[in-house]
């Protein structure tokens, strides 16, 4: 059974940055591409930012683009997603989530292609 939990949220002012990490466990990490998705309160959950198996992939969604970094260690089973630059409109519930990938250079980004999720960490900007 694969267990993702995040950790890393908080206050922060705007302009400023926080890391986000989550741990993973029960399965051999480095067959899993990973997400990141994120919930602003009345919200859908959208897209943040995904990493392929290998971490040599990753993609981002174009609001959080040049500010956020998404990178992996596979030999501590952890992602991460260094937020810099947080604006208040980053202000959510973020989630990790995980799917086993055959494609070593396989990313997923949307909601449905992950069947994975931890119980997110909530990260609040200030203004």
């Known amino acids: 059974q694969v267990q993702l939990v995040e950790s890393g949220g908080g206050l922060v002012q705007a302009g400023g940055s926080l890391r986000l990490s989550c741990a993973f466990s029960?399965?051999?990490?480095?067959?899993?591409?990973m997400g990141w998705f994120r919930q602003a309160p009345g919200k859908d959950n959208d897209f943040v930012a995904a990493?392929?198996?290998?971490?040599?992939?990753?993609f981002y969604a174009d609001s959080v683009k040049g500010r956020f970094t998404i990178s992996r260690d596979n030999a501590k089973s952890t992602a991460y997603l260094q937020m810099n630059i947080l604006k208040p409109e980053d202000t959510a519930d973020y989630y990790c989530?995980?799917?086993?990938?055959?494609?070593?250079?396989?990313?997923?980004?949307?909601?449905?292609?992950?069947?994975?999720w931890g119980q997110g960490t909530q990260v609040t900007v200030s203004s």
């Open positions: 029960g399965r051999t990490f480095s067959n899993y591409a």
């Open positions: 990493i392929s198996k290998n971490g040599a992939r990753t």
């Open positions: 989530a995980a799917r086993d990938a055959v494609d070593s250079g396989y990313t997923a980004t949307a909601r449905f292609q992950y069947g994975i």
